[in-house]
């Protein structure tokens, strides 16, 4: 959900925003694409290694906040590149971390059995927070933007031309960068995406507040953390360190030949 709200108009946004080509334009909108799936691999091999999720988790949605709150911060025409294309770093980053984390925490905590249950049920959810994110955007943005075009337009602009502002941002490209038009419009828009950006921001710090809540199960060699099986993790959620690992594992081989 906080992910559609800020991702769905931004295109748009730095459109205007910024007097970028389509070629940079188009690096800058794929960039938390390319971020996400390059730290969903780091996530994999930190899951790996620690054979926890939770705190991964906490981390992931912390950076993802930092990336949302640098486009909160955007106010004027000033922001340079470097912030708004590290927001989207981050955002992916962040994304990447927490998105596989809570993947992970699924699998853990339910059977082999439930399990196609259970992630059916997640991307069921997420498809719902996303549709929901996606409505609330374009409510935001369709009764907000003409206004805001409005409020910022020089007096000789007429209402039907700010009505075809809103419905072609090719027209306001036209337009230099310092133009009264582009300027106006630049205004207008940072007023509007506000009311985007700040309420993603908001979803996104209950998430991080309900992951303290959830269990750290460890995550061992079965299918879960919670059937008893032979690679499952003897020593219960918090899991013991490798030589624990190794003397228990041995343990129970020796049992098991006996």
Not at 10 to 35: C, M, P
Not at 207 to 233: M, R, T, W
Request: a positive charge.
């Amino acid at each position: 959900m906080s992910s559609t709200m800020r991702k769905t108009y931004l295109s748009s946004f730095v459109l205007i925003y910024k007097d970028w080509n389509n070629r940079d334009w188009t690096y800058f909108t794929k960039s938390v694409v390319a971020s996400k799936c390059l730290f969903g691999l780091v996530a994999g091999l930190i899951l790996r290694r620690t054979r926890h999720y939770k705190y991964l988790q906490i981390i992931g949605i912390s950076i993802e906040m930092i990336g949302a709150g640098l486009l909160v911060s955007i106010t004027d025409a000033n922001t340079n590149t470097g912030t708004l294309v590290m927001s989207q770093i981050l955002s992916g980053m962040g994304g990447g971390l927490s998105v596989y984390s809570s993947r992970t925490a699924i699998q853990a905590a339910v059977s082999h059995q439930n399990m196609t249950m259970a992630i059916t049920t997640l991307v069921l959810f997420s498809s719902i927070g996303s549709a929901i994110g996606s409505a609330i955007a374009a409510v935001i943005w369709n009764s907000k933007t003409p206004t805001n075009l409005r409020k910022y337009m020089p007096s000789n602009i007429t209402d039907e031309q700010v009505q075809t502002f809103f419905g072609n941002l090719k027209l306001l490209r036209k337009y230099p960068m310092g133009s009264p038009v582009r300027s106006a419009a630049i205004d207008a828009y940072i007023d509007t995406v506000y009311y985007l950006f700040a309420p993603a921001l908001g979803v996104l710090f209950i998430s991080f507040i309900v992951c303290f809540f959830q269990k750290n199960y460890y995550l061992g060699d079965g299918q879960n953390a919670i059937e008893p099986e032979e690679h499952n993790n003897p020593e219960g959620d918090d899991g013991p360190d490798f030589v624990d690992r190794f003397l228990a594992k041995l343990a129970y081989k020796t049992r098991k030949d006996k």
